[in-house]
């Protein structure tokens, strides 16, 4: 067995896949160091939710496809996490939401974003935004080298997917007036705070659901999609998921015996 091959009876081999994902990622000049840190973090919270996907995250991720297919102008931004995780994924959505695929990264290269767009051509791909010079556009309202956006794209986008999204960016989108849908396990993070929608799960269990609701809902009139839209309250959402991880904490905390989830 390799240093990468994960045993499907490992109690943990969902989790162990993703990682290896990451790294191997992070090998081929996609994924950052960084990259690997913020995983860190959103694991540590999705034991929090169970590592399911909750009711009030399908909710959510409902809303999020009604008004990808609802924009003008979508725009998916695709890091090096999502592309390592997720590629076929973020090339379907794409797909049946009508929307333009980005590559936007918080330490960027040109060697990376060539990486990035590999994997994505790989997975189906046809026309990505973001990696030539010439459409460059900047948004002052961003104070990261994330500010720097296609002009064809995110910069003219109504409606913007952000998948593990930086808090200073979402913020500055949102300034903008644009709507800004993410999925971050950490519902008190800064992202999750400044979204228009925040999808509180693993993008791996999130991306899959959203094909098959852009599916569903593309068949749908514009007023009962709007209805969907309207009928959602972000901080509604933000606070049920923290009561659902304050009530698994409860209850795990008066459960005699403890089984651990770590490894």
Do not use: W
Not at 48 to 56: A, C, M, P, S
Not at 203 to 219: D, G, N, T
Not at 223 to 232: E, P, T, V, W
């Amino acid at each position: 067995m390799n240093n990468h091959e994960v045993s499907p009876k490992h109690p943990r081999a969902t989790s162990l896949r993703i990682r290896v994902q990451l790294v191997q990622g992070f090998e081929t000049g996609v994924t950052s160091l960084f990259g690997l840190f913020a995983h860190g973090r959103g694991e540590a919270f999705d034991y929090l939710i169970g590592e399911i996907t909750t009711e009030n995250a399908r909710r959510a991720i409902r809303v999020a496809a009604a008004c990808l297919l609802l924009a003008q102008n979508p725009v998916l931004s695709v890091n090096g996490n999502v592309a390592a995780l997720v590629p076929k994924e973020l090339v379907k959505l794409a797909k049946f939401s009508d929307a333009k695929l980005e590559i936007n990264l918080y330490h960027p290269s040109i060697k990376r974003a060539k990486a990035i767009a590999m994997v994505l051509r790989s997975a189906g791909a046809k026309e990505i935004y973001g990696t030539d010079s010439k459409f460059h556009e900047t948004i002052p309202e961003i104070f990261s080298d994330r500010r720097v956006v296609d002009h064809r794209g995110l910069f003219i986008a109504d409606s913007v997917f952000v998948p593990l999204e930086d808090g200073d960016r979402t913020e500055g989108l949102v300034k903008l007036g644009k709507q800004v849908i993410t999925v971050d396990l950490n519902p008190l993070s800064r992202t999750a705070q400044m979204a228009t929608i925040t999808i509180v799960d693993n993008v791996v269990r999130a991306l899959p659901l959203m094909i098959e609701f852009c599916k569903e809902l593309r068949k749908d009139s514009d007023d009962h999609l709007r209805k969907i839209a309207n009928n959602f309250d972000n901080r509604e959402n933000l606070s049920e998921a923290i009561r659902l991880i304050n009530e698994r904490l409860r209850i795990l905390a008066n459960t005699k015996s403890i089984q651990s989830t770590g490894e």
